[in-house]
T-cell receptor, first 112, second 114 residues
């Protein structure tokens, strides 16, 4: 069974700081999705990465997929209080199974 | 805009009650899912459905059942609620299975069983 490990579990930083969170898999990802879940809401997709070595940017967020497709990182530049939430990585497993495997998440709090 | 609506944000039920959690999506998606979310355990799949009247067990189906009579609606049923089913329940849908098809989530139902 594939396991997704996210680190750190918790992160509390000041507004304006930079941070990186990580997602590591026990096996090769089929494709990797990053979600953010704000308090009281459901997770919302941020990005999907598919190709090893791929880098995607979404405003102040930079997503990197490892060359071997077993790890990923999310870097936030100049964090803002609106970035507060739970960041989840997920493997969209190969078609035919319809199952997505989620990591346990990184809970980020950005203080004003 | 894509929308997944869960009928209740908060529910309090007593042990032994039959509980229905309802979910409706307006995107004509084939697939619908029920997850529960618990601190330290992440999201765990209870059941999913890839077509009307079709369902498959996820990782933790014990104590739950589901119903999908119409494409847009997916119901989760707790036949006899127990305190260990106190949790956040999230419904999701996707256009097609796996790969690049993202999940669209509702805002969740926080269920407390006393």
């Amino acid at each position: 069974t594939q396991l997704l490990e996210q680190s750190p579990q918790f992160l509390s930083i000041q507004e304006g700081e930079n941070l990186t969170v990580y997602c590591n898999s026990s096996s090769v990802f089929s494709s990797l999705q990053w979600y953010r879940q704000e308090p009281g809401e459901g997770p919302v997709l941020l990005v999907t990465v598919v190709t090893g070595g791929e880098v995607k940017k979404l405003k102040r967020l930079t997503f990197q997929f490892g060359d071997a497709r077993k790890d990923s990182s999310l870097h936030i530049t100049a964090a803002q209080p609106g970035d507060t939430g739970l960041y989840l990585c997920a493997d969209g497993t190969t078609s035919g199974t319809y199952k997505y495997i989620f990591g346990t998440g990184t809970r980020l709090k950005v203080l004003a | 805009d894509v929308k997944v609506t869960q009928s209740s944000r908060y529910l309090v039920k007593r042990t032994g009650e039959k509980v229905f959690l309802e979910c409706v999506q307006d995107m004509d998606h084939e697939n619908m899912f029920w997850y529960r979310q618990d601190p330290g355990l992440g999201l765990r799949l209870i059941y999913f459905s890839y077509d009307v009247k079709m369902k498959e067990k996820g990782d933790i189906p014990e104590g739950y059942s589901v119903s999908r009579e119409k494409k847009e609606r997916f119901s989760l049923i707790l036949e006899s609620a127990s305190t260990n089913q106190t949790s956040m329940y999230l419904c999701a849908s996707s256009l097609y299975g796996g790969g690049n098809s993202p999940l669209h989530f509702g805002n969740g139902t926080r269920l407390t069983v006393t």
